[in-house]
């Protein structure tokens, strides 16, 4: 899997998984790819642009806004977005999700079709559509 960890997330955080699975994924922080203030709707026409690629973040407003909801939508992007609850924990606990649910992510990428996004729960080991 390629992964874009978005600016809601600290740099930290993606190159922890970036070393976790060096040699099976690529994982790689948007502020390290794109620049600061990149908008939602360049990064998402990048990405859609060279396919294959998974979005984690925290920002639900990808879900929400119109514009940037029709861009993710009709992209070849999947995203795992934290839920409200995780969104305001320490980097550590948002981490502690990513690692028991990390064999449903990876399973998850395989099964779905671009423009999916799901949310990762705060408890639980359900991954919920959005």
Do not use: Y
Not at 3 to 9: A, K, Q, R, Y
Not at 34 to 49: C, H, M, Q, R
């Amino acid at each position: 899997m390629r992964i874009l960890v978005d600016e809601n997330l600290p740099p930290a955080l993606a190159r922890a998984l970036a070393e976790l699975f060096r040699g099976q994924h690529e994982v790689i922080h948007i502020r390290d790819r794109f620049g600061p203030k990149v908008t939602d709707i360049e990064w998402i026409s990048v990405l859609n642009a060279e396919g294959h690629w998974t979005v984690l973040s925290a920002d639900r407003r990808i879900s929400r806004n119109k514009a940037e909801q029709a861009a993710f939508r009709a992209s070849r992007l999947i995203a795992f977005i934290f839920a409200p609850a995780l969104q305001k924990g320490t980097i550590l606990k948002k981490m502690e999700r990513l690692m028991v649910l990390w064999p449903k992510i990876e399973a998850q990428v395989g099964l779905v079709q671009g423009g999916s996004m799901f949310e990762i729960p705060a408890k639980g080991d359900r991954l919920r559509p959005l």
